[in-house]
């Protein structure tokens, strides 16, 4: 190995290979030995040397050794802060922030240099949305202590992102309150936690000292109010910073870190009654957990203006929120109390909650309304008619569903033939990291236009590629269903000209691994080594290797399997154009055993004969599917799933799953040797994760609904007792299509019914309401599962009372007592009643009483009948009086 010397002999003399390994090895301390001494214009010249090097490795990513590395050469041979900046400011450097930091500095100081300060603003300036921690730490380290800080919303967010993740490598962890006293950033910053969107999100971390089970929640609020109650910082900046943010609205999830910080502070009535208009503005328009917030703190006031809570009141007894509205019945129940001249006012703004869509609610309302208005003149009109939504006499018309047939699947577009329309098309799939949207109409439009233009189209892809989200930029080893490094590939030699055989090496093996012999099991056609990975994924796999293999092949006019639909349904009378097309040639063997999957189910000798006319394999191929009616519905079974076993030593994972779940089974029927294995679905592991890509799959089965769902079932499920966003976004696909459902739908919905996210519980909604409006929903049989997840604890019924009241809504009432009607029995059997049950109560009775249709529920008599004045008797008595009326 050479000294330290006879490095800096040879750099002197004019060779730079040397310095170059030591920061491809991440040498950083060796780099900074090599340089010391060295004469500033040999470092310029050094330094061009290491741009153009750099350069011609743009595709490597530089881990943290090699990027404190690089980092200490830059500094130590770049001219200006200007040029450093530019190269360490990439997203594919990765700095050890502190490290690099200190060695840059001292590398500085050696070479005489004072521009470090406006490399770390330079830097600060080009922070991005994906930019490394290591990034920021090394700019902090870089700022001088007497200098302002930049404030921009990339660094703010890093430094809280900073406070969450200290390092670990300079001994014991401190404590966060005692990290901020000692931080010179906080003054500057402290204020922009209230400013920047969103931020209260990445604000509520857990400081974790020992282990998880031990952590410390929502530190930073809690070591702010302690910092205010030792006079470090302002405490009425962080009230009225806290009350500004919440003022100005953000994700709900965003605004808990200010609710938590004024609950910290615990404001004291004079604080309050000073900025009593603010928290009036949010009791009346924020978020319900800001409104409950601000309606506890108001309530607590000795003697608060009754015009400012009644004109409050107007506003805040219209919202659907039903603790916040019977918090403020409650309220004005004791104001009118308070003060009796006031009564008959208070008793008018109370009569506004008359019209509250929560039953129980509006008999509240009605009942202080009584107590507190005006008697009735004698001879006066008659009271009105308890309405029938009360539990009275059932007076509507009786009536069913009234949704819209969607009618037949929108055409699909047509197909990619200009290369400025690929373009487009390519740079809006690879602009996102969501990686979900389907691939046909791209890969169809590759197929076509590489054989005529590929050096234009080579041309047109580079730049778009060059932009890419740096999701796309290589297979997530994480994801078993990521196909980014495939497209990627795929799309970086469109265009380019076919390579010898042995060059296509790894597009033929993939394709022979999809086609590789599984001794343990059935004889299959396509392999799926990962149980984690589904058939219809790796039947997308194989297609996007196929098309790698062939693309640039001439006399391919497009994809056999481009669907004529937009639910990705192919017309048996394209596909035999499309065959007629090629004539002798052969089909690609993937391309159109999708096409198959993608055509009606059924027997259809007449088609079969014509495409038995064509004479050829495939025409072959393509009749005697036809004659078999495509693939047959399989056999499904409910199955009872556990977690995995406890390993050994912590395991959080372990924590984080449900004890149990309801799961799917499909297999084929009798006698169907099912050579694709697509009808043989076993539940993944629990916890498996396909992301966005089981919207791709109803594209492959258009036909098969109760198969599609058997497979997106695991993600629907992760999004109600996991709490998993985005797992239910699939739903509203699967009811455009075909095919029978089964229990595998029924699950679903009832899964995705109770989702955690809004955008999974409207999707699920969606999907309900297109389901019903074709007649294919089997109302009870999703209720039954509904009624089973609920009564057993394994999803939370509460979320199912919305989008099950909005289906209601809607237009489908009747779908929806159904539904109810089959639920109902588990979830009164329960031996504790799951909340959310006496809300699925007054929905039942009011779907019920608006259809008019009589349905048995075992079980409500008695809860009816028993004494008490709990919600759950009320509800059921109120339904029981509905039902017998009908």
Known sequence: MKSTVRRRRELAAGGSSDLFDLVDAGSADLVAAALTGLPEQRRRAVGVELTEWFKTRRSTFWGSAKGTALAVAVVGCLPTAAQAAALLSRRSVAIDGDRAARLVSVVAVERGIDWLPELARRMADKLTRDAW????????????????????????????????????????????????????????????????????????????????????????????????????????ALLDGALGRLLRGDRPAALRAFTVLLDQLQPGTQEVAARATDYLRLLADAPAPVAVMAQKALRALPDPEPEAVLAASREVLLRPDKALVRGQLTWLDRLARRHPDRAAQIAEVIAVAAGHP???????????????????AAGGPAPAAEPASAGGPAVAVARGDDLPHPGPPAPAPAPITDLDELTEEVAALVGTEHRGEPLDRILDGLVRLAPTDGPRLRAALDPVLARRHWAWAAEHSWDPCCLCGLVSDLLETAGEPRPAAPQRGRWAALLAAVRRTDPQGPPRELTVTDPRVPVPHALLRARLAEVGHHLGEPGHPGLLAAPTSANGALDPLALLERLTALGERQPWRWDLTQALLRLPTGVDDTLAGKAEALRTPAGDRVAAWLRAGGLPDPVARLVPQARRPRRIGHDWQHDQLPPRRIAVELRPPAGYPDPYGLLTVDPPPM???????????????????????AYVLPQVTAAADLDRRDGALALPLLAECGGPGGPAVDVAL??????????DRVATLDALLGLAATGRLDAAGVGARLGDLGAGQLVKLTRAVEPLRDAAGAGAPLSVWRLLAAALPPLLAAATPPRGLPDLLTLAAETATATGARIEVP????????????RVVTEAHRLHRALAAG
Request: glycine share 10%; charged share 20%; net charge neutral.
């Open 859 to 870: 079980g409500l008599a008695e809860v009816a009948g028993r004494g008490g004045t709990s």
């Open 750 to 759: 009832a899964y995705g019914l109770a989702a955690r996210h809004g955008v």
């Open 687 to 709: 916890g498996t994760d396909h992301a966005t890509w089981a919207r791709m799959w109803p594209s492959v089965l258009p036909h098969h609904l109760g198969v599609v769902a």
């Open 358 to 376: 929560a039953v129980d609610v509006r008999d509240r309302a009605a009942a202080l309304t009584a107590r507190h208005g005006p008697a009735p």
């Open 133 to 236: 921690l290591g990034h920021w730490r090394f700019v902090a380290g870089l700022l001088p202590a007497d200098a302002a800080p930049p404030t921009g919303e990339r660094f703010v967010e890093l430094w809280v992102q900073s406070l969450g993740t200290p390092d670990r490598r300079r001994g014991a962890p401190v404590p966060l309150v005692d990290r901020l006293r000692a931080d010179p950033l906080l003054p500057a910053l402290l204020p922009r936690l209230f400013e920047i969107d969103g931020l209260g999100g990445p604000m509520m971390f857990d400081e974790v000292h020992t282990d998880w089970e031990n952590r410390r929640r929502h530190v930073l609020p809690t070591a702010l109010a302690q910092l205010a109650a030792e006079g470090v910082v302002d405490r009425a």
